[in-house]
């Protein structure tokens, strides 16, 4: 069934399923991606067993892989790792309709890395947490203005001001009024 694989490819016999309508095969998967990742996680490895079973002149692709992530807490900042589940329902077929089937490749093999990358990838979180009771830092010990800032309070508003824009509280517009006179 497996024709060969390494970190980067999970091949299955496409002639071999294809010849009898109803087979099923058990496909291990042990990816190792490189530079598989959003802007905020990645992916470090997808393991499981699917299942790939012949429909008539179509492949069904089948089943759950733990999908292993890093990434940077969104609360802490800290590095974070999780563990996520994939689910996996998938067809192949010859003329595959855009955006809900994958093309079943006339080669004697099919290789379900790029699909199940794609699946991954699609499964990675939004925002990582190292840990569901994360607080985040804590305002005390790392408070958020700096010494420097405390010292900008604008006396006539109150607000926190900023010396850059200090220029533009000196300048004053004329109106139309004002360039009359």
Same mark, same amino acid.
């Given at each position: 069934? /497996?024709?060969?694989?390494?970190? !980067?490819?999970?091949?299955?016999?496409?002639?071999?399923?294809? !010849?009898?309508?109803?087979?099923?095969?058990?496909? =291990?998967?042990?990816?190792?991606?490189?530079? /598989?990742? *959003?802007?905020?996680?990645?992916?470090?490895?997808?393991?499981?067993?699917?299942?790939?079973?012949? /429909?008539?002149?179509?492949?069904?692709?089948?089943? *759950?892989?733990?999908? !292993?992530?890093r990434?940077?807490?969104?609360?802490c900042?800290? =590095?974070?790792?999780? *563990?996520?589940?994939?689910?996996?329902?998938?067809?192949?077929?010859?003329?595959?309709?855009?955006?809900?089937?994958?093309?079943?490749?006339t080669?004697?093999?099919?290789?379900?890395?790029?699909?199940?990358?794609?699946?991954?990838?699609?499964?990675?979180?939004?925002?990582?947490?190292?840990?569901?009771?994360?607080?985040?830092?804590?305002p005390?010990?790392?408070p958020?203005?700096?010494?420097?800032?405390i010292?900008?309070?604008?006396?006539? *508003?109150?607000?926190?001001?900023?010396?850059?824009?200090?220029?533009?509280?000196?300048?004053?517009?004329?109106? =139309?009024?004002?360039?009359?006179?």
């Amino acid at each position: 069934m /497996i024709a060969g694989t390494d970190d !980067r490819s999970v091949l299955v016999d496409v002639a071999a399923l294809l !010849r009898w309508p109803g087979t099923r095969r058990e496909v =291990p998967v042990a990816l190792v991606p490189e530079r /598989i990742e *959003t802007s905020v996680c990645a992916v470090v490895g997808l393991n499981g067993v699917i299942v790939a079973e012949s /429909i008539g002149e179509k492949v069904a692709v089948s089943g *759950t892989l733990a999908l !292993r992530w890093r990434g940077e807490c969104r609360r802490c900042l800290e =590095p974070a790792t999780g *563990t996520t589940e994939v689910e996996i329902q998938e067809i192949f077929e010859k003329e595959p309709v855009e955006g809900e089937t994958y093309e079943l490749p006339t080669a004697d093999h099919l290789d379900l890395a790029p699909m199940l990358l794609e699946q991954a990838i699609l499964a990675l979180p939004i925002a990582p947490l190292c840990d569901e009771s994360c607080a985040g830092p804590a305002p005390g010990v790392y408070p958020t203005a700096v010494a420097a800032e405390i010292d900008l309070v604008d006396e006539q *508003t109150g607000q926190l001001g900023d010396p850059r824009w200090a220029a533009l509280d000196a300048l004053r517009l004329e109106g =139309p009024e004002d360039s009359e006179k």
